[in-house]
């Protein structure tokens, strides 16, 4: 049976100086989770924000926090993010050397594990973690901004990767009520949206539309 459709605004699109009300916006949209974009300068070319955001968030909210670490040394920091109130936490293959334990320290805490690929890394890399990821978040733009065009490329890699694991499959970057659909009809069940769903004048109704898209 197909699963339903999810979507998480992501805060990276949020005005910062207002954060608080920015997640009200989101509740009051009936968003299902909060994306948390987390870069460190390295792996991505951006800085964003720390453990210590969100540990603010978790205190506004009761939505799952979705916290995605774009960081080269996931290992070292994933207590602070663990301990900051984090529901799902995602790390990059591309940045692991041993993607089996970090998944499992994230599971052992009783959060749900993610791991994710960017657009030119192949669907096969992930082969060793598909028994113990929970969720895969397929970047489809380069990771480290938000605002970015969706790279179509990366939907045969989606469909590839729904015929290999059953678990939850996001989809982060670039994402519209256009190319969700796109995303959706390839196997995904996780909708990120960052610029589509902050800039909109009716939030509500941009998530309830992506909600409503079928395969
Ligand atoms: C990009 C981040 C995304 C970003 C998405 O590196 O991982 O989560 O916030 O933003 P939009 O939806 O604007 O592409
Ligand atoms: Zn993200």
Redesign the pocket.
Known sequence: MDKEITVGP?L??ADFSMLKDEIKRAEEAKADFL?C?I?DGHF?PNISFGPSIVKDIRKNTELTLDV?L?IEDAQKYLNAFIDAGSDIITVHIETLKEPRKILEDIKCAGLKAGISLNPETSADSLKDVLDIADMILI?T?H??????SFIKDCLPKIEKIREMFDGDLEV????NYETAQLAVKAGINMV?????LFSSHDMKKDIENIKCLKR
Do not use: C
Not at 143 to 148: D, I, R, T, V
Not at 172 to 175: A, F, V, Y
């Open positions: 992501s990276l699109a994306h974009d870069m991505v995605h774009m970047m733009v990771p480290g901004f938000g605002g970015q982060d970057g670039g994402i990120i949206a960052g610029t589509h």
